[in-house]
Structures are given as C-alpha cells and as structure tokens.
C-alpha cells in the first residue's frame, strides 16, 4: 500500500499509524494511506517562518513573480502524470484541465503580477501626503511581507488548484504557506508537491505540505500568520471561532460553500439562443466534477411561464449525460471524490425531498459505464423542483455537494434578487439576458449578496470562462454563507498579505525608503545627462535641468497645422468670452512635446526607447510670452529579465517630467517610461 507523506521542515515523512485510507473513486480500489498524525505544529510553523520567510522576502517582486512563471512552465511540462493519477478522484479530462492547469494558470498570472509591484522586496502604496506647509514632513505608505506563514486548509474537490490559487498569490507576496489538502485527495496534491520542492525553483521553506488530518494546524499561529479555509460554512466558522485565532486576531479568510443561483431573463425564451445557453450552461455546472464545486449552480430560477420549458429541456439534456469510468470513450460525468461523499449528498436529498419533488434523476436507479456502480461513487444528477420557494425554504439552506439542483419560479425581477438572497449569501450567480436593463437592475440590486455575477448572453458565450469559474485576475469569495472572505483578485489578493504601514519624514527620507522621487526631496543634477547614463549608473532624484524657451504664437499656429488640433482656445481668441482663458493658449501637448525636445540627448546612447507615457496633467495655462523649462528626474527604476540569451539586458526607468514656468510654478506634469541598457551590453 502507497504511503501519502508529508513535507514538512525540509523532509519527506509520514504521521504515527494510519489516519485515513485512500480509495479510487472509479474502481473503489484502496490505494494509499495517509497520516499527519504525531506532527510538531509549532516547530513546522517555526520552520517557514525562520526558513522560508526571510529567504522570500530577499527576493523582490520581480524575482518573485519570474520564480512563479519558471514553476508554471515547469509543472506544465509534467502535466501528463498529473492527468493520469487525476483519474483516481473520480474526474474526468475535463474536470481535470480545470484543477491541473487551471493551477497553473494561477501561477501564470499571479507572475504577471509583477509589472504592477516595484522592483522592491515590498511595495510602496498610494501617493505621498503633505504635512507641513513647507514641505519639509511629509508621509507614505509602505506594504511589507507578514513575517508569518500562510496556513492553507482545502477542500476535496480540486486537489491541484485549490493548492495553487492560494499559495501563488502568498508567494508573490513574500510569505511562505503550509498547504493541508483535503486527506480523501491528497494524494494528487503529494504528487504535484514532489515535483515543486525536486524542482528546487522555491526557495526552501517556502513550501511545507500536511496530506493527513492536520488536527491542530492552527493551535500554534501568531498574529504574523494567516489561515485559509475552503470547505463547508460550518467547519469554517468552528475554525474561524477557536480561541487562538481570536486571541492572535490571526487574519481567516473563509471561502465556503454556497447556494449560487443562475437567472435566466424575461427576453430569454424557448427558440433564443440565451435559453440554449442557460440550458447548456446549467447542466455543465450539475455534472463538472459531478458538481463538486463551490460555485456549482443549487438554484435555478426561471420565470414561472417558462418551468416546464426548462425543466423539459434540462431534462433532455441531462439524460444525455453518461455517467461511468471517464477513460471509457463518450463518458461526461464521473465519479464523486468518495464513498463518504456519496452518503453525505445523499443525506442532503433526502432532507430537501422532505419539501420539494425530484423531476429528473434517481438516487439508487442508474447505469454507469466501464466501471462497477457499487464499488465506485457514482452518483445521478438529480433535479428538484419547488414551486413555494417563499414557504418552502430548505432549498435556500441546504446545499447537497454534488449533481444536484433546484428549480425554481420567479414572477419578476425584483424577486428574482430577492430569491438570490435568501441564500444569505452567495460565491456567484449568474443571469442569461440580452436585455441591458433587466441586466443592470438585477446586478445592482443583487451585488450585495453575491461575491461574483456572470452576465451571459449570446455575445459572449463563447469566450465566457463560464458561472463556475473563478479568475484569478478577479475576486474568488461572498458575503454571510459564503465566507465573508477574497481570494486570488490580483493585486488585490497579493496585498492581503501585506501589512501596510504609515511612515513619516523628510521627502529624502521617503525616497531613500520607498526608492521612488517624492516631491520636495532633493534633486541632484546628473552628470552626465541621464540618456548618458546605464541603468545601474542611474540614482533615484537625479535630475537634468534643461534650457528653457518662450513660447510663441507661432508656435501655437505651427502646432495645429502640424497635429490638425485646431480646437478654438488654440486658435481663435476672438471665441474665449465665458471659458477660463485669458487668451489663446498653448495646447497641452505642444507643451509637453517642446519639453521631450528639450530633455532628450539626442545622441546614441544607453536608451533604447521611450514606451509609454503615465499621470499625465496639464496644471496650468500657457500663453504667448510665457517661458517654460523642464526637471527631468529619475523617479523609479526596475529591472527587467532577459527574454533569451541573446536578449539585451536592460531595466525599465521611470522619468518625472516636471515642466514649470518663469515663476517656478508646474505647469505640466507627466512620468515618462524608458527602456535603457545596463552597462555590460557593448554600444
């Protein structure tokens, strides 16, 4: 029998006796035994935050996010053997794209993350905030990395993705993560963990793993630490409420299961292409990991003219659905994750049976294909109705975790929101429409209960990530049932792990600290220009005062004939009486185009190209007569990796272009982005 072990403080072990055996859950085979029993909690705890913490926070956010997408492309090339032991949890290929790669899509993105973070170990937020009429004190935020460990307790149901999702976004922020899969499939995860740490691509440290029951996995965190859970609302909230985690106010993040709902709209009718999608679209959330998933459709809500359209052709569909061993050709659905699981779903029918009718599907009463009904957890899709769900309520407070759902009627819109929020709070819901009204009525006033909601219409079927799929570029949690707690969100997500710190001082000070120019902090003039210098040579304030120049009628003539800016204030002055201006003025963008002519050298040199332009305002008008010049200072640097050997490298420098008048005062301002070459490149 195959042990699942542990990684934890730097090895490989497995817990004192057996805690739970793993089965396959198509053939019902046991398999492997699993036990975290007789671990030392606090001494693993111990061991990321002395081990692994201080070795992320050393790397910056670039390093970071190019140590997750070197762990992305790595993984992605082993998937194969994740596919294959995939099979065991009861998924079929489809089921396991979503876990597999759909965690290391999480790595992808989050590595992206690191073109919105400094080049820094930690990030700098917001802008600077005078406090002193002079100028001299000045405060900013800073965000820095928990000098704890991020405690990941996951669900069943997605072995790979569950791990992923999380972790990534905790690595990206600079803390490390003990990850406690689920013991029914941790198995998958174990696999999955093998090849990070052989890939030595984290640091050590950064990831420890506990495939057993993990009894006391939060008795020893600290207020540094912060604890995820996924999985059922009860046992989240019996963590959320142990003494430790109140006496440490240790951050909890909750993501529990919910009662999400899909609308179909009023327009949608039998014959619309939006009523095939909302078809379509719930039978694929009852049988995807044969709806085993947090955001699986329990509610579905159609107007009450159109029950027995829908229910007639959901029908239809869902007998379509074979269920059985995924590598038999034609299979849809497989397997649920245990045996354990098939009796709790069906504990759950029963109590709902107890208020509404089965209209499709049958407990017991099924065939599956290629594979042993009984030695298997197999289970049929199942389908309620409940045409009193005002009176009869059980279907707003209790969820069966697998292929099962409930139709329900509503008589308008407006109850329609208020059916939604009788689940006291949802992960996602979903409305088919193509009417942008009843559109925006329902996501305004349904928004308050719901973490998430798909707007799916016949536009954009087919590049929608569908109702069940979070993404991790957006927010992944709900309000009341649903947790009260974010995942993923991009940035957002990265940030929960970061204690955001006010600090005060000097604006030398602040830009020694955050190592980005703050205004009033001394500006140095560079020698040479700037465009002289290479990326390491470039100090952070130094600035090129330039030559200045006065600024002409001709000027503005020459101006709009070149750019076919012609827009009155520029070129008639006879057209002003009632606008702002005294005269004609400047445009805005002849000033700041006179102001690159005047910082640029034009020489060959260390700057390879200018590429964008950021916080561009116009503060002050420019007439005739008038005289500008510019200070042109280093405001931010970050490196850049090399795209291949023969890439050139180089870092991305930020440019503060300050363009003032003959009394000192800003007229435009703008940062400026430039790529530019590091020293060892030859010219």
Same mark, same amino acid.
């Given at each position: 029998?195959q042990?699942?072990?542990?990684?934890?403080?730097?090895?490989?072990?497995?817990?004192?006796?057996? &805690?739970?055996? @793993?089965? +396959?859950?198509?053939? *019902? %085979?046991?398999f492997?035994?699993?036990? /975290?029993?007789?671990?030392?909690?606090?001494?693993?705890?111990?061991?990321?935050?002395?081990?692994?913490?201080?070795?992320?926070?050393?790397?910056?956010?670039?390093?970071?996010g190019?140590?997750?997408k070197?762990?992305?492309?790595?993984?992605?090339?082993?998937?194969?053997?994740?596919?294959?032991?995939?099979?065991?949890?009861?998924?079929?290929k489809?089921?396991?794209?979503i876990?597999?790669?759909?965690?290391?899509?999480?790595?992808?993105?989050?590595?992206?993350?690191?073109?919105?973070?400094?080049?820094?170990?930690?990030?700098?937020?917001?802008?600077?905030?005078?406090?002193?009429k002079?100028?001299?004190?000045?405060?900013?935020?800073?965000?820095?990395p928990?000098?704890?460990?991020?405690?990941?307790?996951?669900?069943?149901?997605?072995?790979?993705?569950?791990?992923? &999702?999380?972790? @990534?976004v +905790?690595?990206?922020? *600079? %803390?490390?993560?003990?990850?406690k899969? /689920?013991?029914?499939?941790?198995?998958?995860?174990?696999?999955?963990?093998?090849?990070?740490?052989n890939?030595?691509?984290?640091?050590?440290?950064?990831?420890?793993?506990?495939?057993?029951?993990?009894?006391?996995?939060?008795?020893?965190?600290?207020s540094?630490?912060?604890?995820?859970?996924?999985?059922?609302?009860?046992?989240?909230?019996?963590?959320?409420?142990?003494?430790r985690?109140?006496?440490?106010?240790?951050?909890?993040?909750?993501?529990?299961?919910?009662?999400?709902?899909?609308?179909?709209?009023?327009?949608?009718?039998?014959?619309?292409?939006?009523?095939?999608?909302?078809?379509?679209?719930?039978?694929?959330?009852?049988?995807?990991?044969a709806?085993?998933?947090?955001?699986?459709?329990?509610?579905i809500?159609?107007?009450e003219?159109?029950?027995?359209?829908?229910?007639?052709?959901?029908?239809?569909?869902?007998?379509k659905?074979?269920?059985g061993?995924?590598?038999?050709?034609?299979?849809?659905?497989?397997?649920?994750?245990?045996?354990?699981?098939?009796?709790?779903?069906?504990?759950?029918?029963?109590?709902?049976?107890?208020?509404?009718?089965?209209?499709?599907?049958?407990?017991?009463?099924?065939?599956?294909?290629?594979?042993?009904?009984?030695?298997?957890?197999?289970?049929?899709?199942?389908?309620?109705?409940?045409?009193?769900?005002?009176?009869?309520?059980?279907?707003?407070?209790?969820?069966?975790?697998?292929?099962?759902?409930?139709?329900?009627p509503?008589?308008?819109?407006?109850?329609?929101?208020?059916?939604?929020?009788?689940?006291?709070?949802?992960?996602?819901?979903?409305?088919?429409?193509?009417?942008?009204?009843?559109?925006?009525?329902?996501?305004?006033?349904?928004?308050?209960?719901?973490g998430?909601?798909?707007?799916?219409?016949?536009k954009?079927a087919?590049?929608?990530t569908?109702?069940?799929?979070p993404?991790?570029m957006?927010?992944?949690?709900?309000?009341?049932?649903a947790?009260?707690?974010?995942?993923?969100?991009?940035?957002?997500?990265?940030?929960?792990?970061?204690?955001r710190?006010?600090?005060?001082?000097?604006?030398?000070?602040?830009?020694a600290?955050?190592?980005?120019?703050?205004?009033?902090?001394?500006?140095?003039?560079?020698?040479?220009?700037?465009?002289?210098?290479?990326?390491?040579?470039l100090?952070?304030?130094?600035?090129?005062?330039t030559?200045?120049?006065?600024?002409?009628?001709?000027?503005?003539?020459?101006?709009?004939?070149?750019?076919?800016?012609?827009?009155?204030?520029?070129?008639?002055?006879?057209?002003?009486?009632?606008?702002?201006?005294?005269?004609?003025?400047?445009?805005?963008?002849?000033?700041?185009?006179k102001?690159?002519?005047?910082?640029?050298?034009?020489?060959?040199g260390?700057?390879?190209?200018?590429?964008?332009?950021d916080?561009?305002?116009?503060?002050?008008?420019?007439?005739?007569?008038?005289?500008?010049g510019?200070?042109?200072?280093?405001?931010?640097?970050?490196?850049?990796?090399?795209?291949?050997e023969d890439?050139?490298?180089?870092?991305?420098?930020?440019?503060?272009?300050?363009?003032?008048?003959?009394?000192?005062?800003?007229?435009?301002?703008?940062?400026?982005?430039?790529?530019?070459?590091?020293?060892?490149?030859?010219?």
């Amino acid at each position: 029998m195959q042990k699942i072990n542990n990684y934890v403080q730097g090895q490989w072990q497995f817990g004192d006796g057996v &805690e739970y055996t @793993a089965h +396959n859950a198509i053939t *019902g %085979v046991d398999f492997a035994e699993v036990s /975290s029993a007789g671990l030392d909690y606090e001494a693993i705890l111990e061991y990321g935050r002395k081990v692994g913490g201080p070795a992320l926070r050393k790397m910056t956010f670039q390093e970071r996010g190019r140590m997750l997408k070197a762990l992305a492309l790595h993984l992605n090339g082993l998937k194969k053997k994740f596919y294959e032991l995939s099979w065991a949890t009861g998924a079929t290929k489809v089921d396991s794209w979503i876990d597999i790669e759909g965690g290391f899509g999480n790595l992808f993105t989050n590595a992206s993350l690191r073109r919105q973070f400094p080049d820094l170990p930690y990030y700098v937020d917001g802008d600077a905030v005078g406090l002193s009429k002079g100028g001299s004190f000045i405060g900013h935020h800073i965000m820095v990395p928990k000098r704890g460990v991020a405690v990941h307790i996951n669900a069943f149901n997605f072995p790979v993705w569950g791990m992923l &999702e999380k972790a @990534a976004v +905790n690595w990206m922020a *600079g %803390v490390p993560c003990v990850v406690k899969p /689920s013991e029914y499939t941790s198995f998958l995860t174990e696999l999955v963990v093998q090849e990070i740490i052989n890939s030595k691509i984290l640091p050590e440290g950064a990831l420890q793993l506990v495939t057993g029951k993990g009894h006391g996995i939060i008795d020893h965190v600290t207020s540094q630490d912060v604890v995820t859970f996924t999985g059922s609302a009860a046992t989240g909230r019996m963590l959320k409420a142990t003494p430790r985690i109140i006496e440490e106010s240790v951050p909890f993040n909750l993501e529990a299961d919910s009662l999400n709902a899909s609308i179909l709209g009023e327009d949608a009718k039998p014959g619309t292409a939006d009523f095939d999608i909302f078809i379509k679209s719930v039978q694929a959330e009852m049988t995807v990991k044969a709806g085993q998933k947090c955001t699986a459709i329990r509610r579905i809500m159609v107007p009450e003219n159109l029950m027995e359209d829908v229910q007639i052709a959901l029908g239809q569909r869902l007998a379509k659905t074979t269920i059985g061993d995924p590598q038999q050709e034609g299979v849809r659905m497989g397997s649920l994750a245990t045996k354990i699981q098939v009796d709790r779903v069906k504990e759950s029918i029963a109590r709902l049976a107890a208020e509404q009718n089965i209209v499709f599907g049958d407990v017991e009463n099924f065939e599956v294909a290629g594979a042993d009904k009984n030695a298997g957890a197999f289970f049929s899709p199942i389908l309620f109705r409940n045409d009193n769900p005002f009176t009869k309520t059980a279907v707003h407070e209790i969820e069966a975790f697998g292929p099962v759902s409930t139709l329900i009627p509503y008589k308008n819109i407006e109850e329609a929101v208020e059916l939604t929020a009788m689940g006291k709070g949802s992960l996602v819901t979903s409305i088919v429409t193509s009417d942008d009204k009843i559109a925006t009525d329902f996501v305004v006033n349904a928004a308050h209960s719901n973490g998430r909601i798909l707007v799916l219409n016949e536009k954009c079927a087919k590049e929608s990530t569908g109702h069940g799929s979070p993404m991790p570029m957006l927010t992944h949690g709900g309000p009341g049932r649903a947790g009260g707690g974010e995942e993923m969100g991009g940035k957002r997500g990265v940030l929960h792990y970061l204690q955001r710190t006010a600090i005060q001082g000097h604006p030398d000070t602040i830009t020694a600290i955050t190592q980005q120019y703050q205004p009033g902090a001394a500006r140095p003039e560079a020698n040479p220009h700037v465009f002289r210098q290479h990326f390491e040579e470039l100090n952070v304030g130094d600035t090129v005062y330039t030559h200045k120049h006065t600024v002409t009628d001709a000027d503005i003539a020459s101006f709009a004939q070149v750019s076919g800016d012609n827009f009155y204030a520029h070129v008639d002055a006879t057209s002003l009486e009632g606008t702002i201006f005294e005269g004609k003025v400047a445009h805005g963008y002849y000033i700041l185009s006179k102001a690159a002519g005047m910082f640029v050298d034009p020489k060959k040199g260390p700057v390879l190209l200018n590429y964008g332009i950021d916080e561009c305002r116009f503060t002050k008008p420019v007439y005739p007569g008038m005289t500008i010049g510019v200070k042109f200072t280093v405001k931010e640097k970050i490196d850049q990796e090399k795209r291949s050997e023969d890439d050139i490298a180089k870092g991305i420098v930020k440019f503060l272009v300050d363009i003032y008048d003959e009394t000192d005062e800003t007229v435009g301002i703008a940062t400026i982005l430039t790529m530019v070459k590091k020293r060892n490149q030859t010219e």
